[in-house]
């Protein structure tokens, strides 16, 4: 006997199997529905903003002598590898850099294409920009920007930092990280030729004002903030040049000979030129200045200009007038073999290291130092970057020379309050360094300053055999990346 559900049940499932489509395809349809969309301006908006990132400030306005933080002795085009991004790390945040409310809003990393660049040595009379790169068309992540708000924005050139600075991490995090020597580029520091991939960051502090901005719509519910203000990035490192102008190459001796002053005939024959007291411990991602100085006590301010009292200052500067604590360095100037693992030699420069600088002279580059200053108080100069210039001294009599041996010539170089030239003293290799000490008193006298070229020409050795150099402090210049879009 087979049981059947009564006429109304059967119904009522036919019933129920033919709606259960249709409620199926309602509640997908719910589920799927658009957000809803918003106005230009709001948050929520689909967008895109773009950037125009300049490294360096470099400005047609300079001095021959720089004094307090004026920018130098013109402008540098830098060669392709000191100028080449390969893509940015942009911060945003609210309020002051120095609150401890203050957190990362929006962190991302975009890649960079080139667009053009400007030749390297490039004066000042072209106002080219030094590069220009783009990363092409980026679409932000709805919500992730309110473009009714005013934000501050640090960037980060050529390193990812958006997983070191997460959404929310504390803005005193990004302020007060610092970097070891090592990472400030990619490539051997003993072979300055093969490096690369600068680490660079902002300069001055920008502020992006999204309300301020009249955005263009571009395709179907996205907005367009062009932001035409630069944001001004620069090189963590400095660079060490050495000018070979009033020489001539002597290939029998490989080495630049020079002349000896008065009617002797002699010649100085420069083989070797090594930067020493690289210093070699951190240097902060930020760019910190010590406003007036009022005994040792360092306080700071952040990302703006070098000023006749404001004056830039490295993690350890205010323990260097302490003779008993020594900052680290890859080269100390009192280790003679540790000095000359970092000699460039004359004959052997790489072509790379090479290059006719903005004054028409062939430089060398021999070093690229971590920013390194002194308190004014320091009467140690020996914790100061400098430079030691190697050469054999050759006496004339008649037609004949002759090798009167090894010299070495070292003096400390300087950014603040530096005169033009200066007298290197003689140094024989039985010797150190043991009169390096006493100072002009004024605030980095001594010192070496990021995205600074130190470069140091041999202007004569007179027949005292004391050598005149000239100091010139160029500005790395900028160069602008066109439109940013992110």
């Not at 000699?343 to 690229?368: C, H, R, W």
């Not at 039985?430 to 006298?445: E, F, K, R, V």
Request: proline share 4%; net charge negative; with cysteine.
């Amino acid at each position: 006997m087979t049981c059947k559900p009564p006429r109304a049940i059967a119904a009522l499932w036919l019933s129920v199997a033919l709606l259960l489509p249709v409620l199926s395809s309602c509640y997908s349809y719910d589920e799927e529905l658009p957000a809803e969309s918003v106005g230009s301006g709001a948050v929520g908006t689909d967008g895109y903003i773009n950037l125009t990132i300049s490294v360096s400030n470099g400005t047609a306005y300079t001095r021959a002598l720089p004094l307090g933080g004026e920018n130098g002795d013109g402008r540098e085009a830098g060669l392709e590898r000191e100028n080449s991004v390969s893509g940015i790390t942009l911060i945003l945040y609210k309020g002051a850099l120095t609150s401890s409310e203050s957190k990362v809003d929006f962190v991302a990393y975009y890649p960079t294409t080139l667009t053009s660049r400007d030749d390297p040595g490039t004066p000042y009379a072209d106002k080219a920009d030094e590069a220009s790169y783009t990363t092409g068309n980026q679409r932000l992540d709805r919500g992730s920007i309110d473009f009714s708000a005013t934000y501050h924005a640090i960037v980060i050139a050529n390193r990812d930092m958006s997983a070191t600075f997460p959404k929310g991490t504390p803005i005193s995090s990004v302020r007060d990280h610092q970097f070891s020597y090592s990472q400030l580029f990619d490539g051997s520091a003993t072979s300055p030729s093969t490096c690369g991939n600068f680490l660079m960051t902002s300069e001055n502090d920008a502020v992006i004002d999204f309300s301020s901005i009249t955005p263009t719509r571009i395709g179907d519910n996205a907005d367009l903030y062009s932001i035409s203000d630069a944001i001004r990035i620069e090189r963590l490192a400095a660079r060490i040049d050495f000018c070979t102008a009033n020489a001539t190459w002597d290939a029998t001796r490989s080495g630049y000979a020079y002349t000896v002053g008065g009617s002797t005939g002699d010649l100085f024959v420069v083989t070797k030129v090594t930067p020493f007291n690289i210093y070699n411990e951190t240097e902060y991602l930020l760019k910190r200045l010590q406003d007036t100085w009022t005994g040792t006590t360092i306080t700071t301010t952040y990302l703006t200009d070098e000023t006749t009292d404001s004056y830039v200052v490295d993690p350890k500067t205010s323990q260097k007038d302490n003779v008993l604590t020594i900052p680290q360095y890859l080269c100390p100037l009192a280790s003679l073999s540790t000095l000359h693992s970092y000699e460039q030699t004359m004959g052997t420069i790489a072509p790379e290291a090479k290059f006719t600088d903005a004054d028409g002279n062939l430089s060398i580059i021999v070093g690229y130092p971590m920013e390194n200053t002194l308190m004014p108080t320091s009467h140690l100069k020996k914790y100061a970057t400098g430079l030691a210039i190697t050469g054999h001294y050759y006496s004339k009599s008649g037609s004949t020379y002759t090798d009167q041996g090894e010299r070495i010539y070292y003096g400390y170089l300087r950014h603040q309050g530096e005169s033009t030239t200066a007298t290197y003293k003689a140094w024989k290799q039985d010797q150190l360094a043991d009169d390096a000490i006493g100072s002009d008193g004024t605030p980095m006298n001594f010192g070496i300053v990021r995205n600074n070229i130190y470069r140091v020409s041999i202007e004569g050795i007179n027949s005292e055999s004391n050598m005149t150099i000239k100091i010139k402090v160029k500005k790395w210049d900028k160069f602008t990346h066109s439109m940013i879009y992110m």
